[in-house]
């Protein structure tokens, strides 16, 4: 498997704009940020899903999350940062932070929306998630 574009970017093979960085993750300025200041917090270890990250590393990558939210939210001016874990368009596990400044345009307005869901067809995912859960 090819290296990722993040893990490319922590060896210093491709620039970014590193905003922290300790042993196990780092934290650098989304290039492509649909609100200004958009960072993206990416473990060092090169996992596509995040909960496949072991549980050190998981809760490390939140408090990390959680320290960068609250320095954007104090060199920003944000309102509200709201955080997005993804691993689709690059498959490896990153947190995508996105310092809110302007509290009339939800996070919705810049992310695709579903539509409403019937109760139906909630209560049968509710009920197949809440069989999974005890079967753990």
Do not use: W
Not at 26 to 31: E, M, S
Not at 55 to 80: E, P
């Amino acid at each position: 498997m090819s290296e990722s574009i993040f893990t490319k970017i922590i060896n210093r093979e491709v620039p970014a704009h590193f905003i922290y960085e300790d042993e196990h993750c780092v934290a650098i300025l989304d290039r492509f940020p649909a609100v200004k200041g958009q960072s993206l917090v990416i473990p060092k270890t090169e996992i596509d899903y995040a909960f496949d990250l072991d549980d050190d590393t998981y809760i490390h990558l939140f408090k990390t999350a959680k320290k960068i939210a609250q320095a954007s939210d104090a060199a920003l001016n944000a309102a509200r940062t709201c955080l997005v874990v993804e691993g689709f368009d690059v498959p490896h596990v990153h947190i995508k932070i996105y310092p809110m400044t302007d509290t009339k345009t939800a996070l919705g307005a810049i992310m695709p929306q579903g539509s409403e869901a019937d109760d139906e067809t909630l209560a049968q995912v509710a009920t197949q998630i809440q069989a999974a859960v005890e079967e753990d």
